[in-house]
């Protein structure tokens, strides 16, 4: 019964989950930064499309006071690769898609307190849930 029940959970797609980089790179910790460069997330305003497990959130939540995150729908995500999906060739000659979206700062800004506060108390940082796919169009 146990092996049925990891299969099918397996066999389950996981949720995606949208990662963007808020913050800047000066006075960062450099195991704060590491964790970033594994994320993908270079630069401000940096995009990446994540699979929902353990480590990642691990890794998402201590680097919760530089980025926001949460649940992307279909919708977003098409339009996020039809526009801002950039290609590059490989060694052999192939091209291949990049791993990361460059976004636009959000159009009317970041949330009225700004991006030094967690997004439940008004600010910019933190877990957003849904609302992500709000600020991704707005950053398109």
Request: aromatic share 6%; hydrophobic share 30%.
């Amino acid at each position: 019964m146990n092996e049925e029940k990891k299969i099918e959970e397996k066999a389950k797609p996981s949720k995606k989950i949208a990662v963007i980089r808020i913050r800047g790179s000066i006075k960062v910790k450099k195991a704060i930064n590491d964790t970033l460069d594994m994320l993908k997330l270079y630069k401000r305003n940096y995009c990446v499309i994540l699979d929902k497990t353990p480590n990642i959130l691990g890794m998402l939540q201590k680097v919760k006071d530089y980025i926001t995150w949460g649940e992307i729908n279909d919708e977003t995500l098409k339009s996020l690769k039809e526009k801002r999906m950039e290609k590059t060739k490989d060694k052999k000659g192939k091209t291949v898609e990049k791993s990361f979206f460059r976004l636009h700062p959000p159009r009317k800004g970041f949330e009225k307190k700004g991006t030094k506060v967690p997004f439940k108390v008004g600010g910019a940082l933190g877990y957003r849930g849904d609302k992500i796919n709000d600020l991704i169009k707005r950053m398109i």
